[in-house]
């Protein structure tokens, strides 16, 4: 099917992404995701008085959470919109995009504002009563660490997903390094000319505001953290687990940021583009779950159900961005549908810029728009492998109105 909702052409953001513990971890991210969306839709020349629906998409708590998307939309100024707080972890990208789209399509909202925010760095550590406990003792977690570390279905770690998948595909780990450079220099090109590709979307160099937004304590010129490999570099690395294949040059690393975007109605879309001749559509969904402790693989049957969903033919697709916190991600989803490894994520990705959950797959959808965009046009797939063996992916088409 094709969704009667629109993503206006230029009606999006990012932040630059930065690392753990790095130059936004001082930030509440639901306050920052705000404050950079208000920033955002002013420059766009976008009004948010008139926003009716607002969706949330977080995957780690913040002090205030609770009061999720209508808290968000007040602090932009869209005082008339409500709606949900989405958590799909590393799908909330995808998942918050389908509900924007799905509330213009039922006639519920006419323009909706997504905004996907996330902070790594200082998660929290959470208590749990426990009543039962020796002494009344509380059950406890850090959200992000313990989390990271342990599915507590199979008592699996992320990593374990990644290795396990590679086994049975035959991944090696120098397989997954030469893909490593390719996305590094593809990111490279992402930044060369004083970051042409990225101040298509964002806003470079970037003011990091202090924790009351009263002023600037840092300026980024661009994502904070990067890794950029060397082939002498990658071969030094041992895998991470005995007998494994993953080295942690072969993952990404946890950062804090936030990414959002508008989403309408055709006519709507058509007022607040920056070039009105440009249309972004949304053609489809798809989501799956593969089995227990193979989290790479639900990329594959995702887009199947995407590309089915939107009445898209593989071979018509142009471009394809992906989530890959490992390069196994995309290694064994090209092998697997006939794509060409080296031809995915042409401006970057998420295994090189960073990993903020929320909004890692929203940027991701964001330069998959503007690939197309400097392709003049055509179809493009998203996706992105999340937490619990499940994935989401999503086919756009760009054109000329």
């Known amino acids: 099917m094709s969704y009667k909702a629109e993503i206006p052409y230029g009606a999006y953001w990012s932040t630059p992404f930065a690392k753990w513990q790095g130059s936004l971890s001082h930030l509440n991210a639901v306050e920052f995701g705000a404050y950079v969306a208000k920033q955002e839709l002013t420059k766009r020349q976008i009004e948010v008085a008139d926003f009716d629906y607002a969706v949330l998409g977080t995957s780690i708590p913040q002090k205030h959470s609770f009061y999720g998307a209508p808290w968000l939309a007040g602090m932009v100024g869209a005082t008339k919109a409500g709606g949900p707080m989405i958590y799909q972890a590393c799908a909330t990208g995808a998942r918050t995009l389908l509900a924007a789209a799905q509330e213009i399509e039922s006639g519920m909202a006419e323009k909706a504002l997504v905004v996907n925010t996330d902070r790594c760095s200082n998660g929290p550590h959470l208590t749990y009563p426990n009543p039962t406990g020796p002494g009344g003792t509380p059950d406890h977690e850090n959200w992000v660490l313990d989390n990271f570390s342990c599915d507590p279905l199979g008592r699996n770690s992320m990593l ?136 790479p693989e639900a990329t594959i049957p ?27 991600n995309d290694i064994v989803f090209a092998k697997e549908m006939g794509w060409d490894v080296a031809n995915m994520n042409n401006f970057g990705c998420s295994l090189i810029w960073g990993h903020p959950q929320g909004p890692t797959g929203t940027r991701s959808i964001i330069e998959l728009i503007e690939e197309l965009a400097l392709k003049g046009g055509g179809y493009g797939l998203f996706e992105g492998c999340a937490a619990g063996d499940t994935a989401m992916a999503v086919v756009i088409k760009v054109d000329n109105r």
Do not use: W
């Open 160 to 295: 374990d997903t990644a290795e396990n998948v590679a086994k049975k595909h035959g991944v090696t780990t120098e397989q997954q390094h030469e893909v490593v450079l390719m996305r590094c220099a593809q990111y490279e090109a992402a930044c060369a000319d004083d970051h042409a590709f990225q101040k298509r979307y964002m806003t470079l160099p970037f003011e990091v505001p202090n924790a009351r937004y009263k002023k600037t304590i840092k300026t980024l010129d661009g994502d904070e953290g990067v890794t950029l490999s060397t082939a002498d570099g990658l071969a030094k690395l041992k895998p991470v687990m005995p007998d494994g294949s993953v080295t942690f040059g072969g993952q990404t690393h946890p950062a804090d940021g936030n990414a959002g975007f508008v989403v309408t109605t055709p006519d709507r879309a058509r007022d607040m583009s920056s070039n009105p001749d440009i249309r972004v559509q949304i053609l489809g969904f798809g989501m799956a779950r593969t089995e227990q402790a193979f989290m």
């Open 302 to 328: 995702a887009a199947k159900r995407a590309l089915e969903n939107a009445g898209v033919d593989f071979g018509q697709i142009d471009a394809i961005t992906s989530h890959n916190p490992f390069a196994v």
